[in-house]
């Protein structure tokens, strides 16, 4: 009994010696991470998911980090991040000469021109934009090429706004002619207001296919989470997720409910 004693006691000892020598398991390191606001199903705020979301979060966990998201309109977005007090911004392209690390393309904008077809507008060319009301979103004279932002840049009914959604309501109110956004956010945004009883599904768009699809980046202060975001987006389109989660939102939010 004394050595079984003993030998337990030597068991204990090399066991909570052990313990006290293994390696903790690294906690996952956190990112702070802009994502602009106003942009479902791209960016859903309330839930904190949505396409980029997604893409991004899951694309950096297989690095071991966790994201902790910011939601903010795309100027308040560089200001953070020119001030490293985030540590990436997404939805952007190297065109915005912002000072980061740029990741591959990750996602795509589909834009488009869009009226009411009430209105009957004939428009195929940026010209046709003359002397029309036009919205677009944030920044868009610098995302939609150099042939978009002459066309816009001598007309005094242009403006741009953050909040896309007041964008749909402003179209679907007869408070502007046009507006230039992604045809994805508009069907949604649509559908939101149509059921909130401040749309018809009779005021019918028209969508003037002017752009072509949009590559976004996203953008990092450190090279190395760049590298690794990187790694983990090629691992995400490898194994099929970066479709299945285009798919899952496509199919939860591209359709409108009639009321």
Known sequence: MPNQTRNSSKT???????????????????????????TPPFVLTETHRGIVIDIVTEALAYKGYQVKPYFESIGRSFELFSQKQVDATTIIQESSKLKAF??????????VAISLKSKGYQISQFADFK????IAFQNAHIYLGPEFAAAVAGNPHYKEIANQEQQVLMLLSNRTNLAVMDRYIFTYYRGKLINEGKATPEQVPQLHELFKP????????????RDDFNSGLEQLKKS??????????????FHIKQR
């Open 214 to 225: 949009t590559p976004y980046k996203a953008a990092f202060v450190d090279a190395q989470v």
């Open 131 to 134: 002397d029309l009301d036009l």
């Open 102 to 111: 740029y990741s591959a393309d990750f996602m795509h904008y589909h834009n």
């Open 12 to 38: 204990f000892l090399f066991l909570a010696l052990a313990l006290l020598l293994w390696p903790a398991a690294s906690p996952a390191k956190e990112l702070k991470v802009v994502f602009s606001a106003y």
């Open 240 to 253: 099929g997720r970066y479709d299945q989660i285009y798919r899952e939102y496509s199919q939860q939010y």
